[in-house]
């Protein structure tokens, strides 16, 4: 199975939280990472957490980790148009590889 | 400042025709470099991470291969193309030997094999 896991889709009004939730298997991950994408562009870096940290604010960003059921998820508070995009849980285990979730796609309707 | 560029931007290539996908970074030294691929616009995945000059690491070894012949080029390349092969294909570099950095992408490179 994936590595990383996200659902794929999430719809919200303007105004709303949006929760967006990742899953991984492997416990050795020392760092967990949220990727924005807009359409046709590269990943940009949103917010990231260490393993020894449960939970970690930036402004409208929340993220929360729970390391025994290897659950992350982002929490943007205000949703605006601007936060439609595809959402990538990303988590650097061993070595140098960097590994993505499936990403998922948040639609903001008005 | 660090900048990374990748071209072409976007490209046709009819099916067993080759490939070359070039990503080169500028303002640092030593980075890892990463090749993506992302089918459908949904999901990202790993093909190739680099440490080193000459240094290859595959995650999916299909016809896909490769290079890094300078240390802030890296380059992608097929033989014969699959339709398989279209989709959107990301490079990125991470500073070497820190433990939290982020990654840094390119633009992509959007290619449809016809």
């Known amino acids: 199975g994936e590595d990383v896991e996200q659902s794929l889709f999430l719809s919200v009004r303007e105004g709303d939280s949006s929760v967006i939730n990742c899953t991984y298997t492997d416990s050795s991950s020392t760092y967990l990472y949220w990727y924005k994408q807009e359409p046709g562009a590269g990943l940009q870096l949103l917010t990231y957490i260490f393993s020894n940290m449960d939970m970690k604010q930036d402004q409208r960003l929340t993220v929360l980790l729970n390391k025994k059921d290897k659950h992350l998820s982002l929490r943007i508070a205000d949703t605006q148009t601007g936060d439609s995009a595809i959402y990538f849980c990303s988590r650097r285990g061993g070595g140098n590889k960097l590994t993505f979730g499936t990403g998922t796609q948040l639609k903001v309707e008005l | 400042s660090q900048t990374i560029h990748q071209w072409p931007a976007t490209l046709v290539q009819p099916v067993g025709s080759p490939l070359s996908l070039e990503c080169t970074v500028?303002?640092?030294?030593?980075?890892?470099?990463?090749?993506?691929?992302?089918?459908?616009?949904?999901?990202?995945?790993?093909?190739?991470?680099?440490?080193?000059?000459?240094?290859?690491?595959?995650?999916?070894?299909?016809?896909?291969?490769?290079?890094?012949?300078?240390?802030?080029?890296?380059?992608?390349?097929?033989?014969?193309?699959?339709?398989?092969?279209?989709?959107?294909?990301?490079?990125?570099?991470?500073?070497?030997?820190?433990?939290?950095?982020?990654?840094?992408?390119?633009?992509?490179t959007r290619l449809t094999v016809v």
Do not use: H, M
Not at chain 2, 62 to 70: E, I, K, V
Not at chain 2, 79 to 87: A, E, I, N, P, V
């Open chain 2, 26 to 108: 500028e303002g640092t030294s030593n980075p890892n470099l990463y090749w993506y691929r992302q089918a459908a616009g949904r999901g990202l995945q790993l093909l190739f991470y680099s440490v080193g000059i000459g240094q290859i690491s595959s995650e999916v070894p299909q016809n896909l291969s490769a290079s890094r012949p300078q240390d802030r080029q890296f380059i992608l390349s097929s033989k014969k193309l699959l339709l398989s092969d279209s989709g959107f294909y990301l490079c990125a570099w991470r500073i070497r030997g820190r433990r939290n950095t982020e990654a840094f992408f390119g633009q992509g």
